[in-house]
Nanobody
Framework: VHLMESGGGLVQSEGSLRLSCAAS????????MSWYREAPGKEREREWI??????????DYKKSVSGRCTTTRDNASNTVYRQMSRRKPEETAVYYC????????WGQGTQVVVSS
């Protein structure tokens, strides 16, 4: 199993950023996928942010990001995406993808730094 997140960087609060997670080594199309984040000083506390269903791409979001976050998936390329706008500085974190049970081997994450 391999998960590789990318697309992070420095973004202003009004900017938009799209994160990608390329997956391999398991049946991606048969797996609900989720995004998590780990804030500075909270190592190993990975907070769930969003999920996308394997059956019909139905999405679910943490209340604090709902309306600002869009999660999509491309089963042909085994990739899940996360687009977010109007970020808050407190959302500076390392972002990870995994399945809904956090059962897959974690990737290295991609760091997002939000400036006000």
């Amino acid at each position: 199993v391999h998960l590789m997140e990318s697309g992070g960087g420095l973004v202003q609060s009004e900017g938009s950023l799209r994160l990608s997670c390329a997956a391999s080594g398991f049946s991606f199309s048969n797996c609900d996928m989720s995004w998590y984040r780990e804030a500075p000083g909270k190592e190993r506390e990975r907070e769930w942010i969003a999920s996308i269903n394997q059956f019909d791409d139905r999405t679910d979001y943490k209340k604090s990001v709902s309306g600002r976050c869009t999660t999509t998936r491309d089963n042909a390329s085994n990739t899940v995406y996360r687009q977010m706008s109007r970020r808050k500085p407190e959302e500076t974190a390392v972002y990870y993808c995994n399945d809904g049970l956090m059962s897959l081997k974690w990737g290295q994450g991609t760091q997002v730094v939000v400036s006000s």
